[in-house]
């Protein structure tokens, strides 16, 4: 499946490389819906990150996975900058991270 599409720039390093620094910088306009989907998303995934805590992770870590479905890339913005903010989170991100689909942990790396 893969050979009948590729080219040889369309490695996945260099879509990782290109695609977020592009995108951050300005350089590719995205349409209204897109910016739409991605605000919505940001602002539920910021509301489960002021909820999480010790006991509750396996509920708000699924709920934080199933909001990383529609843009992993915002979701997982927001939880890196809370981690870097609270070093208590690491451990209860790990934990949450069993919830996110291969695709989402793709996008974290």
Do not use: C
């Not at 977020?20 to 995934?45: D, F, Y």
């Not at 927001?78 to 069993?98: A, G, H, P, Q, R």
Request: proline content about 4%; aromatic content about 6%; cysteine-free.
């Amino acid at each position: 499946l893969y050979s009948s599409w590729r080219h040889p720039g369309l490695e996945k390093g260099t879509l990782r490389s290109l695609l977020p620094s592009a995108i951050r910088s300005g350089n590719i306009s995205k349409p209204l819906g897109i910016i739409e989907s991605e605000i919505e998303t940001g602002i539920a995934a910021r509301y489960v990150l002021k909820r999480i805590s010790k006991e509750n992770i396996a509920e708000k870590g699924r709920q934080l996975a199933k909001t990383s479905h529609n843009n992993p890339l915002v979701v997982f913005t927001d939880i890196l900058s809370k981690i870097e903010s609270y070093d208590n989170l690491i451990l209860m991100m790990v934990d949450t991270f069993e919830f996110v689909t291969k695709l989402g942990l793709d996008v974290m790396g």
